[in-house]
Structure formats: C-alpha cells, structure tokens
C-alpha cells in the first residue's frame, strides 16, 4: 500500500501513476464536496480539473501534518468560494450596470 507521502514524493518527480492513483482514491469525494455546493456537472468538471492541474503543478502544497485528503478538500472549497465570489462581483457589475 502507498502511502499519501509516498505518493506526493512521487508527484515531485512528475509520476503520472502517482497522480492517477490520487486521483482513482479521492476524486469522488472532491465531486461530492463540489456538487453539494454548485449542482452543477460543469462547474464542478472544471473545479476539480484545477485542484489535480494544481496538485500536478506543486505538489509540495499538498504536504504537511494533514492527510492528503484533507488538503484536497481544503483547495476545492478554496475553488468554490473564489468561483462564489467572482459570481457575486458579476451580478453586482451587471446590477450597477443596466
């Protein structure tokens, strides 16, 4: 069994196996915690795609005391509220703006 660390090592040196297999063990959960939020099979594709792009990118943001999992979760609802709060400034401008 690998661990989440030894998989994060492996990211560094751009492991696709290791990102697949990150990917297999937490992308539903990531989903759920996106779905709740958005109801939406787009928005939370695209959310989703940037936590991995991310998690692909810098890896050594991911690491720490926490589990993987929970720094996984901590960047999708880091995604879901810059995307909640780029919403809020587009119906404001449009409001300002008619």
Known sequence: MTTDGQLLERLKFRDKAALELIYD?????LWKVCYREFNDHEVCENVLTEVFQQLWENPQ????????VFYLIECVNGKIRC???MKSCQLHSEKTCS
Request: hydrophobic content about 25%.
């Open 83 to 85: 995307r909640k709060r």
């Open 25 to 29: 063990e937490y992308y539903l959960l």
């Open 61 to 68: 943001q991911f690491s720490g005391d926490k589990r993987l």
